[in-house]
């Protein structure tokens, strides 16, 4: 018979990680683990990592509802569960839930060896291009991170604004640019919903002087009229981010992309609620011509490490990810997950730290 236990992790950044909505010191992980008692050495390992101030599934009670489900999943008494079925079980308000026990499930149909899908990252026959990400902070902050980034061999770089002074950040990309060009440097900005509407496409006029790729999530979420006026208007390329958040029924979701029409959608399983869910919105978007990347949510190495792996199958060939967040923190599960020269890389043969 399948049991789940569940375990936790305290995650500590390196440095307050600041956004528009405050700054995080810690993130805790919670970990499904999947076996079955007649061989309970080999367990499906999930991550649910609820994200404060955006997951819907951050509440304060969220741990009595995992002890709650871990309870009712073991007094079922199951023999199998396929990973289409989590969802079945798990309601769509929880969707880290739904997200760690789908990969839990995917994870021990697949042997537990960590491996979820097939693919050439998957392999290590690979490396995913990811996009370097740059914190919010004083200007020397963000200047010795973009140093660091550039150094490093990323072509392709993160920022967070909305939180500084905009002439400030101005001045960063500004800085930027005199370092290097469009054609060696892909810029992208996250405003994480910062502008104002009314204010919204004079601030990406000034902002598209700096030859961006794109801008995630310009305005604050649920305003589908001033956001397609956006979309329409803007001078840089707008990828949404947290307009997905809680969007679940595929008629909801095709009408956004309909009235909003946005060049591209940022794509988090932790959020959206899990593999399934995210392949859901990438078809989606593309039955619509709109691009895509997936992006991490913070989560440790076996959240990333799923999410990544989704990604060696349907990525489009070359397109930065997000999925940078695996060195944030100084106490992350030890993992086969490395980056070298603006490239994340899996080694199958690599050795876990067991979560918890």
């Known amino acids: 018979m399948l049991q789940l236990r569940h375990s936790r992790r305290i995650l500590r950044f390196n440095f307050p990680a600041r956004t528009s909505r405050g700054a995080l010191t810690e993130h805790t992980a919670h970990y499904l683990h999947l076996y079955d008692e007649a061989a309970p050495g080999q367990a499906g390992w999930g991550e649910a990592a609820p994200l404060a101030g955006l997951s819907p599934d951050h509440r304060p009670d969220f741990e009595a509802t995992l002890d709650g489900f871990v309870r009712e999943f073991n007094r079922r008494q199951l023999r199998e569960l396929l990973p289409e079925e989590a969802a079945a079980f798990v309601g769509p308000e929880w969707p880290a839930l739904r997200f760690a026990l789908e990969t839990a499930a995917l994870d021990l149909q697949r042997g537990s060896h960590h491996q979820l899908y097939d693919n050439a990252f998957s392999r ?4 995913l291009p990811i996009n370097g990400l740059v914190w919010m902070g004083e200007a020397a902050f963000m200047r010795e991170q973009i140093e660091h980034k550039l150094a490093a061999g990323y072509n392709c770089l993160k920022l967070k604004i909305g939180g500084l002074d905009f002439a400030a950040e101005l001045r960063i990309l500004a800085d930027i640019r005199a370092l290097a060009g469009p054609g060696q440097l892909t810029l992208r900005v996250d405003a994480n919903g910062a502008f104002s509407p009314a204010e919204a496409l004079g601030k990406l006029e000034q902002l598209a002087r700096y030859d961006l790729h794109s801008i995630e999530q310009p305005i604050a979420a649920g305003q589908w009229p001033e956001l397609a006026r956006v979309c329409r208007h803007s001078p840089v390329p707008v990828a949404l981010d947290e307009e997905l958040i809680g969007l679940t029924d595929p008629a909801r979701q095709r ?11 940022i794509l988090k399983p932790t959020l959206l609620g899990g593999l399934r869910a995210s392949h859901d919105w ?39 990810q997000g999925l940078g967040t695996g060195q944030l923190y100084h106490n992350n599960l030890a993992a086969p997950l490395s980056i070298r020269n ?15």
């Open 124 to 127: 290590g026959e690979a490396g």
């Open 255 to 265: 009408e956004l992309l309909e009235r909003t029409h946005p060049a591209y959608l």
């Open 282 to 320: 990438l078809t989606q978007a593309e039955s619509q011509g709109i691009g895509w990347w997936l992006t991490s949510a913070l989560e440790s190495n076996v959240g990333l490490s799923a999410i990544s792996q989704l990604a060696g199958t349907y990525a489009q060939p070359g397109l930065p």
């Open 342 to 356: 603006g490239r994340l890389y899996h080694e199958p043969a690599g050795l876990w730290e067991e979560p918890g």
